[in-house]
């Protein structure tokens, strides 16, 4: 017999207490804690463990005790690992009893009955409730019988509260796969109201997450530009379709220029997937955000690059087309002089396309690498500036030239091929980008620690807004100038990736209408 003589009564206020528990209580620790009580004190025991299975291996883990002291759950833990070998959903009760007695011992000397019941769900085994008392009593079937309701009640409330636990978990890992998702995230309920952003959605787009929150989706994302319909047009044409029933639901793709709110325009690709409810209806729409401006700016390169290049081709190819065609003719007779003129037309394009094809090969080949090889020695930017303008000063009559360079110029490690290669390119631009003439000045100055080298003129200058992108690669600032002179928008690109070989960085200041002065610094070790 049970030790309580009301067990009857008592048993009604556990089924009761089990009752508000899983009603109650969803975190599992909290209805463990309530299902173990309730059992101890129901069969009047003095100490009562819950073990549960883990789903991945089968182990069976200590998970809530009373009456046990701390140290004695790895010890228990050990016991209760092989519980259960394979998939069956009961224990063997065999070697379950064994276990008991062996797990009594290391609780507790003086425990001499133990009581254990498993928590099963839907055929599924959860864990096992044990309870030990200090002294023998007997259990009639009937009394087992009460229990093993009790600890059904109990594994439901487990059950509920495991999978509380596994939702809440799905939660987190989702929330986490969101927030850190590289791509812009956002979801808008049926109706087109943001209800979540992550943060790459906030660097993208410009709109912080508390202020995207709650706001129709056409409020937060304005387009400068968009190349199809929105989502509100897509949807009163349709969308979402089902291709066929079971089939996942087609997604939509827009692509725009995005303002931002602080006047930012980014190029971006959004894919809207709609979650169904079992009727068919749109419950949400899940918007995915690729920022495509670099994507958007490479190809816009790419058609540059076709343009400029044919172009800066074609007129050398044509000049030595001509002048070699003239030469041939055979109905008439060169003196030597118009021989040599045109064979010296001839020589000089023939040398700009090797020139163009070199800048071609070296910016390719830095795009590959990732940089510029370089043959190191001692150079003096003093001298290569002096011999620059002197070579370039044969090329026009309109521009004063100034050498301004401070006294005894320090050497630096560097490859002076290519280090005159910027400078040359630097004085050339000077020249080609001051078209009514004007000084131009080359110079430099040292610290201890570095060597600046300038070139200023008093020409068209360049926007604010240019400044950076000049150095890209290809990019010309758009205008007559551009249209009007030579160029291929490579120089300056490979002037930037020379220098940053050397460690050292280039830029420009300058007012536009009123000259721009190109400056490089190089560290001295
Ligand atoms: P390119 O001269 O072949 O076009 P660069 O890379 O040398 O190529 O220069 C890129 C662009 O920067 C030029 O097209 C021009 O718009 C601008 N630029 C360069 N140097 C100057 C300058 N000294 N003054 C004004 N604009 C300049």
Not at 41 to 70: H, K, N, T
Not at 248 to 265: A, K, M, N, W
């Amino acid at each position: 017999m049970l030790t309580l003589p009301d067990f009857p009564v008592r048993q009604r206020d556990f089924l009761l207490e089990i009752s508000r528990a899983i009603t109650a209580r969803l975190e599992l620790s909290e209805v463990l804690k309530r299902v173990l009580h309730a059992s101890v004190v129901m069969v009047a025991g003095q100490v009562g463990l819950i073990a549960l299975r883990s789903e991945e291996d089968g182990i069976f883990a200590v998970r809530a005790y009373a009456g046990i002291s701390p140290d004695k759950v790895t010890p228990l833990n050990a016991h209760l690992a092989d519980l259960f070998t394979g998939r069956e959903t009961t224990p063997d009760y065999h070697y379950l009893n064994a276990k008991l007695s062996e797990m009594a011992v290391i609780i507790h000397d003086d425990l001499k009955q133990s009581i254990a019941m498993p928590l099963t769900f839907a055929d599924k085994p959860l864990g096992l409730l044990i309870v030990f008392r200090s002294y023998q009593a007997r259990i009639t079937p009937g009394d087992m019988q009460i229990l093993q309701s009790f600890a059904d009640q109990a594994a439901i409330a487990v059950n509920n509260a495991q999978l509380y636990e596994r939702i809440n978990q799905e939660r987190q890992r989702l929330a986490a796969i969101l927030q850190y998702s590289g791509d812009g995230v956002m979801i808008l309920d049926a109706s087109l109201d943001i209800i979540q952003v992550n943060s790459a959605f906030e660097q993208i787009t410009g709109w912080l997450s508390d202020q995207a929150m709650g706001q129709p989706v056409d409020e937060v994302l304005k387009w400068a530009r968009i190349e199809q319909s929105d989502l509100r047009d897509a949807i009163l044409q349709g969308f979402p379709r089902q291709k066929a029933p079971g089939s996942s639901p087609e997604t939509f793709y827009v692509e725009g220029d995005l303002q931002r709110p602080d006047d930012l325009i980014v190029s971006i690709g959004i894919t809207y997937a709609p979650l169904l409810n079992q009727d068919g209806r749109v419950t949400n729409y899940i918007a995915s955000i690729r920022d495509i401006s670099s994507f958007r700016r490479a190809q816009e390169m790419q058609n540059v690059f076709i343009s400029t290049v044919s172009h800066e081709l074609r007129t050398p190819v044509a000049l030595i087309k001509g002048y070699a065609s003239t030469l041939n003719r055979q109905d008439a007779s060169w003196n030597m002089q118009v021989v040599h003129q045109s064979l010296q037309v001839i020589e000089e394009e023939a040398d700009r396309l090797t020139e163009l094809i070199d800048d071609l090969l070296t910016a390719s080949k830095i795009q590959a690498e990732r940089g510029v090889s370089l043959q190191m020695a001692d150079v003096r930017l003093d001298v290569l500036g002096a011999g620059a303008v002197e070579r370039q000063k044969t090329q026009t009559t309109r521009h004063e030239f100034i050498l301004s360079f401070q006294e005894l110029f320090p050497a630096i490690q560097g490859d002076a091929r290519r280090l005159r290669q910027v400078i040359d390119n630097l004085i050339t631009n000077a020249i080609k980008y001051s078209p009514n003439g004007g000084k131009i000045t080359v110079g430099g100055r040292y610290s201890d620690h570095s060597v600046t080298f300038f070139v200023r003129d008093e020409g068209a200058g360049i926007p604010e807004a240019e400044q950076e992108r000049i150095f890209e690669r290809f990019y010309r600032v758009e205008g007559n100038l551009a249209r009007k002179t030579k160029g291929t928008g490579l120089g300056l690109y490979l002037a930037r990736a020379i220098i940053h070989a050397h460690k050292g960085t280039i830029a420009v200041k300058s007012t536009p209408g009123r000259g721009a002065t190109f400056y490089f610094t190089i560290p001295r070790d």
